[in-house]
């Protein structure tokens, strides 16, 4: 599966940011199938999940960016967004789009995310 993540960038502490992934070349009725998430991976730590959204509609959270993030999924444009407030400088790192279903997961290329305090 081809991702297309756009939307990074370089923020002060307390800013916004929104993340977009796009899956171009999945029809839709393929789209609906996967599960879409955003991961990030901060120098010298492992990648984790940030958010994601099921195919049932269902968005599950790490803990620490509850209440600030959001994920959201456009359908008719293949594309997930993910809204981010109140950035800290622990948000920082390389975000990753994810396709998942099954045994099967894609990844789009990394954009950067920098906090400044």
């Known amino acids: 599966v081809q991702l297309q993540a756009s939307g990074g960038g370089a923020v002060q502490a307390g800013g916004s940011l929104r993340l977009s992934c796009k899956a171009p070349?999945?029809?839709?009725?393929?789209?609906?199938?996967?599960?879409m998430g955003w991961y990030r991976q901060a120098p010298g730590k492992e990648r984790e999940l940030v958010a994601e959204?099921?195919?049932?509609?269902?968005?599950n959270y790490v803990d620490s960016v509850k209440g600030r993030f959001t994920i959201s999924k456009d359908n008719s444009r293949k594309t997930i967004y993910l809204q981010m407030n109140s950035l800290k400088p622990e948000d920082a790192g390389v975000y990753y789009c994810?396709?998942?279903?099954?045994?099967?997961?894609?990844w789009g290329q990394g954009t950067q995310v920098t906090v400044s305090s």
């Open positions: 994810n396709a998942k279903r099954l045994s099967s997961t894609s």
């Open positions: 959204v099921t195919t049932g509609g269902t968005r």
């Open positions: 070349r999945l029809i839709l009725s393929e789209y609906n199938t996967y599960t």
